[in-house]
């Protein structure tokens, strides 16, 4: 139609419905409906928009969460995504808080510009990572709660329990509570205490399988997705598959290596006054990410000579511990990220292999 208006699109997601506003290219607002987060509620969502005019884009909060799904299919339906941040604190005691209001902005922050990410394709090689990852940092963690659980009853424990558990290293420890017939008296408080202290061992028993089993899926997985990944120094399974995750399946999405350092809050910030000119820590971004880059950087100053001639250097001239961990950070997710643009696999590839 040669008097089609073009229009913008927001979507305030949550659990059960997604609440989607649209305004014209000069940004009055047209109108505001919610949706089911079902494939009826996202078609017809798609086709309210397209009611309006000729949808230029679509800004979508959480496509990491709740607007996954529905980001999946604009795209399918070749709509343009955009990923928006929730607005600031100072912008909603402004303008108030409702999901309208909410999806109005969403619409805004894109045709002004404010919003402009390219949110993560997920649905390649590394969400599958993703969720497998999910249950094995879940396990580690539970076997950690476990065994600092075991370590707090052995400490109250009666003397002739305690005193023959005191001092045991991990392994051996959690071998023998396994393996140990506590009685049948659970009134009596020693007895009490080492039935605990049993199941509690075969439940860290239990976890260490489970993550074994979710080391056994994820290496192949990740040495798929990006094999030079592996191969830098100091980089393992559990870093390369968070700097993945980080990246996306669509790392393209990213246009410089500067711009994933910034997302893995490696990106030096400014902290200059007076005659004092010098950087300092990022305290953003992805703080998983940073974690995994803090990591490689710690093994690299323990194994790898170069890292630590390049320590010892900067030392000698006179810089700080943590501005030598900032340096290197920054250099690894430069190195990083020459292996990540060039990891993704296509899906039809990926399951053409499989």
């Known amino acids: 139609m040669a008097d089609q208006i073009v229009v913008v ?17 000069i940004g009055r607002h047209l109108a505001t409906k919610p949706f089911p987060t079902t494939p009826d509620g996202y078609r017809r969502l798609w086709e309210w928009l397209g009611s309006h005019g000729d949808v230029l884009a679509v800004g979508v909060e959480g496509t990491g969460a709740y607007g996954s799904e529905l980001a999946r299919f604009l795209r399918a339906n070749e709509v343009t995504v955009v990923d928006v941040d929730r607005p600031d604190r100072k912008a909603r005691r402004a303008s108030g808080k409702s999901d309208p209001v909410d999806a109005y902005a969403a619409a805004t922050a894109v045709l002004s510009g404010r919003a402009n990410g390219r949110p993560k394709t997920r649905d390649g090689i590394v969400e599958a990572i993703r969720s497998l990852r999910v249950v094995r940092r879940s396990a580690i963690k539970a076997r950690t709660q476990t065994i600092n ?9 009666p003397a002739e329990v305690r005193e023959r558990l005191r001092g045991l290293p991990t392994y051996q420890l959690i071998s023998q509570l396994a393996r140990s017939r506590p009685g049948t008296e659970l009134a009596d408080p020693s007895c009490a205490v080492r039935t605990a202290l049993r199941r509690l061992a075969r439940r860290h028993q239990n976890l260490t ?28 399974t559990e870093t390369a598959a968070q700097l993945l995750i980080t990246a996306g399946d669509n790392s393209d999405r990213l246009e ?13 910030i400014s902290a200059s006054s007076g005659r004092t000119n010098r950087h300092r820590l990022n305290r953003g971004g992805d703080r998983q990410a940073n974690h995994a880059l803090h990591t490689i950087a710690l093994v690299r100053m323990r194994y790898d000579p170069r890292t630590r001639h390049y320590v010892a250097r900067r030392t000698a001239e006179g810089l700080s511990k943590k501005d030598i961990f900032r340096c290197l950070k920054r250099f690894i997710a430069r190195e ?11 899906q039809a590839q990926l399951l053409q292999a499989t």
């Open 209 to 236: 399988e489970e993550i074994a089993e979710a080391d056994a899926e994820l290496e192949p997985l990740v040495a798929r997705a990006a094999p030079g990944l592996l191969e830098l120094i100091g980089v393992g």
């Open 336 to 346: 990083v990220y020459k292996h990540l643009t060039s990891a993704n696999i296509p």
């Open 256 to 268: 410089s290596e500067a711009s994933f350092a910034h997302l893995c809050g490696a990106a030096p």
């Open 9 to 25: 699109g927001g979507v305030d997601t949550h659990t059960d419905f997604h609440q989607a506003a649209v305004i014209d290219s």
């Open 149 to 157: 659980q075991i370590r707090t009853l052995i400490v109250s424990a």
